[in-house]
């Protein structure tokens, strides 16, 4: 099946500081990738939709220069967190949806991001 | 605004017991999902409903979608400890593409 792979699975960096995730899907080409952020006990929040080779929707509220997106290819993409704050600090989650449809997203297994 | 009101929000019940986990809209969905995510892991689809009135069953799990396809519940039958996770409906309105929005979820503890 469908397989993405997300990375780091945990990162802890300092206030200041930017930190890259990675998003790749392993065994099909992904058109969409989708960020999300969860909150301790909460559900997932859409935070942008990346096209391959096109600029990334954010979603309201989200900060497009904060949370940099870039998917330059039908395999990765990448979100960064720019100088990261203590309020960052959130899971983070990708999903990506293939050419083919557009039920079964697949989730990577998220990037626990701690800013001290 | 949340687009999938998910109810209840938290859930204990004891092993053998059964429960239902409604999602509700006021918009129309293409096609609704549920996911169960463990701690520190993300979303693993459960299920995908597409069409208005359909039900699936998933072993011991029960899927129904709305008729005029706004709503979905999910219906587990014997709970087992196994069950406990947070389980997840989401899905992508028709007028917004395909971007899932998903439901505030349901964290359900199911004890021996």
């Known amino acids: 099946g469908a397989v993405v792979s997300q990375h780091p699975s945990w990162v802890i960096c300092k206030s200041g500081t930017s930190v890259k995730i990675e998003c790749r899907s392993l065994d099909f080409q992904a058109t969409t990738m989708f960020w999300y952020r969860q909150f301790p006990k909460q559900s997932l929040m859409l935070m942008a939709t990346s096209n391959e080779g096109s600029k990334a929707t954010y979603e309201q509220g989200v900060e497009k220069d904060k949370f940099l997106i870039n998917h330059a290819s039908l395999t990765l993409s990448t979100l960064t967190v720019t100088s990261a704050h203590p309020e960052d600090s959130s899971f983070y989650i990708c999903?990506?949806?293939?050419?083919?449809?557009?039920?079964?997203?697949?989730f990577g297994s998220g990037t626990r991001l701690t800013v001290v | 605004t949340q687009l999938l009101e998910q109810s209840p929000q938290f859930l204990s019940i004891q092993e053998g017991e059964n429960l239902t986990v409604y999602c509700n809209s006021s918009s129309v969905f293409s096609s609704l999902q549920w996911y169960r995510q463990e701690p520190g892991e993300g979303p693993v689809l459960l299920v995908t409903v597409v069409t208005g009135g359909e039900v699936k069953k998933l072993k011991r799990l029960t899927f129904q979608f709305g008729d005029a396809r706004k709503d979905s519940s999910l219906h587990i039958t014997a709970a087992q400890p196994g069950d406990t996770g947070l389980y997840l409906c989401?899905?992508?309105?028709?007028?917004?593409?395909?971007?899932?929005?998903f439901g505030k979820g349901t964290s359900l503890l199911v004890t021996p």
């Open positions: 989401a899905g992508a309105p028709v007028y917004s593409g395909y971007a899932l929005n």
């Open positions: 999903s990506a949806a293939g050419t083919e449809s557009n039920y079964g997203y697949t």
